[in-house]
């Protein structure tokens, strides 16, 4: 295939390179006339493990030029692969000045070219970048995307110092596409790749990216945090990461993973503030552990804000233990949401099966008649009671008879949906629908 790459920095150069080596017709662009040169020379622009040998090989076998000429690369190519910088503004916004700039000088090609191009934007950049500002830069000079020509978001998985082991041996692939042409485009490129691919919607494209950095640096945090309060408590910190490592079950897995309500219960609360009381005691900053209780705190707020906005007064709520298949309501977000509403004055009934006030006993009776005293005149005694009485219904659980019995369309109570329902996909689009975990 004949490609583009447009920035010769780490990903670029790496990138184009790659491609070369695989197989395809690269031409690399850059505005920086010394990179154009190295890389004509057979020299890369960037140190990288591997990286001289390949471009050499590449410049050599005529599979790789570059050039400062983005109009020539855009004529004499298929598909473009655009790398440029999106570094922070000053007060932590993306700059995407580099991004449009590119925009506009493919679109303008593109409109001297004959037959279908394809845009494919590797540069990291926020939902909502390519198809609300970079789609209508290249819509100015080259028709309709889609149509006209082929648009699609490829984020890379690129380590710096690895980048080559990383291209040929990805963790993924991503193609965010604007319709099927421009993926299989993107596909085809890296056919006979390792690693499972994922052609998903362009704004989920962009998001995935920022997904993994943050997830990255929250892990990086989190390790250095919890080796300080080792340290500081005399514990060696490498054998406690050893074992936390070592469980795929939980720990280095998809468990809890999931976007859906506040956390509770009697253990993660508790033991979040006894290890950053007990850090606090030896002097120990600890900013990531020390506000996860309150990120989940202003989780919790956000499903009472939801309700706020219905402007309903009768509201109902499914499920009040701290997870399914208990009667468990210690530090239950649920108890903690239906206090909160009823302190703000909502007429409230609240079901769930496995709560019994006649059944609760020692200190999960003492922490219900504590936070929610007046939770025997809330308990309703069947799905219907609270469906009937409601104005609006917040879903927390996954109780076979109450997902059954939730109405469809806008003919009962507003749907508040905390877990994310089996069947959101379709009630998404229902006006008495609203979800607070997409």
């Known amino acids: 295939m004949r490609v583009s ?19 395809h017709e690269v031409i690399g662009v850059d505005v920086s006339k010394v990179k154009v040169d190295l890389v004509n020379d057979g020299k890369a622009p960037v140190v990288e493990e591997r990286i001289g040998d390949i471009v050499a090989e590449a410049v050599n076998s005529g599979r790789l030029r570059a050039t400062d000429d983005v109009r020539d690369a855009i004529l004499n190519s298929d598909v473009s692969l655009v790398c440029v910088g999106t570094p922070s503004e000053a ?8 991004l449009e700039r590119v925009a506009e000088q493919i679109g303008a090609a593109l409109a001297e070219r004959e037959g279908r191009h394809t845009v494919v934007f590797r540069s990291t950049m926020l939902p909502g970048t390519c198809l609300n500002l970079l789609v209508p830069l290249l819509e100015k000079h080259a028709g309709t995307a889609g149509v006209d020509f082929g648009v699609a978001v490829n984020p890379e998985f690129l380590r710096e110092g690895t980048s080559v082991r ?65 340290q500081a408590l005399g514990v060696d910190s490498h054998q406690v990461i ?15 993973l999931r976007p859906g309500f506040a956390f509770g219960g009697s253990c993660l609360p508790k033991d979040l503030r006894s290890l950053v009381h007990a850090a606090r005691r030896a002097d120990v900053s600890v900013p990531i552990l020390s506000h996860v209780l309150p990120s989940n705190e202003d989780h919790l707020q956000r499903a009472v804000e939801l309700v706020e906005r219905t402007g309903k007064r009768k509201a109902g709520l499914f499920g009040l233990s701290f997870k399914p298949g208990t009667d468990d309501l210690r530090e239950s977000p649920l108890v903690e949401l239906a206090e909160r509403l009823y302190g703000k004055g909502y007429d409230l009934k609240i079901y769930d099966a496995n709560v019994s006030l006649s059944r609760l006993l020692g200190a999960n009776r003492e922490y219900i008649e504590t936070r929610l005293p007046h939770l025997a005149q809330l308990l309703a005694d069947s799905v219907e009671e609270v469906l009937d009485h409601a104005e609006v219904c917040l879903v927390g659980t996954k109780d076979p008879d109450v997902l059954s019995a939730l109405p469809h369309g806008d003919s009962g109570p507003v749907i508040v949906d905390l877990i994310r329902l089996p069947d959101a996909e379709t009630r998404r689009t229902e006006p008495g629908y609203v979800g607070l975990a997409w």
Not at 5 to 23: D, N
């Open 91 to 98: 007060n932590g916004s993306l700059c995407t000045t580099y």
């Open 166 to 230: 990383d291209y040929f041996d990805p963790p993924k692939t991503v193609i965010g596409q604007i319709d099927e042409a421009s993926g299989d485009v993107v596909a085809a490129l890296y056919d006979g790749l390792p690693g499972e691919v994922f052609r998903v919607p362009v704004p989920t494209a962009e998001a995935i990216k920022y997904a993994d950095n943050a997830f990255h640096g929250l892990k990086i945090g989190f390790a250095n945090e919890l080796g300080a309060v080792c």
């Open 5 to 23: 790459v447009l920035g010769l920095g780490y990903v670029g150069c790496v990138s184009a390179a790659c491609l070369a080596a695989s197989g």
């Open 242 to 256: 050893d074992v936390f490592l070592a469980d795929r079950k939980l720990n280095i897995s998809p468990a809890y």
